[in-house]
Nanobody, 125 residues
Framework: QVQLVESGGGLVQVGDSLKLSCAIS????????MGWFRRAPGKEREFVAG????????LYADSVKGRFTISRDNAKNAVYLQMNNLEPEDTAVYYC??????????????????WGQGTQVTVHS
């Protein structure tokens, strides 16, 4: 069993930055791929970014490419999402997710077996 706890959300202005953190505990496998997803009001949950646990490969949604950066600290069992130049469209609940697999980073949320409770990010114009 894997437990994920997100933190770092908040209320910011357009153009501001935030860094989300995801603390991982429980049974940790080196092949875990980590992802960040978000759900905006009235919309379905969507993929934001992903990173392989051991290889360090990254993948981003087109909407955040160049503004968001995913990273991980294996020693601290943590994954981060640095969000720069935030836009009102980034307002959403952000979720950290984990899947035990190797290979391409999945964008489909149903493939991830473990989820955090989410952290709210609100960007005011």
């Amino acid at each position: 069993q894997v437990q994920l706890v997100e933190s770092g959300g908040g209320l910011v202005q357009v153009g501001d930055s935030l860094k989300l953190s995801c603390a991982i505990s429980g049974r940790i496998f080196s092949s875990y791929t980590m992802g960040w997803f978000r759900r905006a009001p009235g919309k379905e949950r969507e993929f934001v970014a992903g990173i392989t646990w051991s290889g360090g490969s990254e993948l981003y949604a087109d909407s955040v490419k160049g503004r968001f950066t995913i990273s991980r600290d294996n020693a601290k069992n943590a994954v981060y999402l640095q969000m720069n130049n935030l836009e009102p469209e980034d307002t959403a609940v952000y979720y950290c997710a984990a899947v035990s697999l190797s290979g391409p980073i999945p964008k489909v949320d149903r493939l991830y077996g473990f989820w955090g409770q989410g952290t709210q990010v609100t960007v005011h114009s």
